[in-house]
T-cell receptor, first 115, second 116 residues
Framework: DTGVSQNPRHKITKRGQNVTFRCDPISEHNRLYWYRQTLGQGPEFLTYFQNEAQLEKSRLLSDRFSAERPKGSFSTLEIQRTEQGDSAMYLC?????????????FGPGTRLTVL | KQEVTQIPAALSVPEGENLVLNCSFTDSAIYNLQWFRQDPGKGLTSLLLIQSSQREQTSGRLNASLDKSSGRSTLYIAASQPGDSATYLCAVKQPAGGTSYGKLTFGQGTILTVHP
């Protein structure tokens, strides 16, 4: 068990470009969450998947954002036409829903800087 | 809408001191509350998780308490060490869709510095 991994760890892009991040959850974890964290703030929920189904999306997730988890394993988060306000740390977490527990394990994050 | 607030925003203490971090939340209908540690530029590490039916949890020098009815939790760190320096975040989980599983709502964190 290598934990949740995210790639890339850092991404610098110019305003207007598209970026894609990848999250590989812990093996066999059926839930996958995306959060966004700006400097000095706690993480904010963006969206989550149960297997391959996207079950909830935050209002923070504008139409420029899209997330997928095509085979119920890894997930991608794409941001189109990036804006400077998109600069943040994007965190992924996974969990195994078992009984009454759903403990989320976080990855190291992808830090996005939009110039 | 659930809101989570952490006080103080920053705390600096000498090594060896006992300290308390505070977390409050506006909606008491939570499933559990979790305390995390975050080192600069890193992801989150779970420290303690308290179910809504529990009053406290302990792990080593850490003790977290929960008073759900008043919407408060505290994280007590005993005999602080420089290695404890980090940002401490509390997060609450609320039931979603009739299940006990759902997103976490985080506070903004307390930045702790323990100096030798």
């Amino acid at each position: 068990d290598t934990g949740v991994s995210q790639n890339p760890r850092h991404k610098i892009t110019k305003r207007g470009q598209n970026v894609t991040f990848r999250c590989d959850p812990i093996s066999e974890h059926n839930r996958l969450y995306w959060y966004r964290q700006t400097l000095g703030q706690g993480p904010e929920f963006l969206t989550y998947f149960q297997n391959e189904a996207q079950l909830e999306k935050s209002r923070l997730l504008s139409d420029r954002f899209s997330a997928e988890r095509p085979k119920g394993s890894f997930s991608t988060l794409e941001i189109q036409r990036t804006e400077q306000g998109d600069s943040a740390m994007y965190l992924c977490a996974s969990s195994l829903v078992r009984g009454a527990t759903d403990t989320q394990y976080f990855g190291p994050g992808t830090r996005l800087t939009v110039l | 809408k659930q809101e989570v607030t952490q006080i103080p925003a920053a705390l600096s203490v000498p090594e060896g001191e006992n300290l308390v971090l505070n977390c409050s939340f506006t909606d008491s209908a939570i499933y559990n509350l979790q305390w995390f540690r975050q080192d600069p530029g890193k992801g989150l590490t779970s420290l303690l998780l308290i179910q809504s039916s529990q009053r406290e949890q302990t792990s080593g020098r850490l003790n977290a308490s929960l008073d759900k009815s008043s919407g408060r939790s505290t994280l007590y760190i005993a005999a602080s060490q420089p290695g404890d320096s980090a940002t401490y975040l509390c997060a609450v989980k609320q039931p979603a869709g009739g299940t006990s599983y759902g997103k976490l709502t985080f506070g903004q964190g307390t930045i702790l510095t323990v100096h030798p």
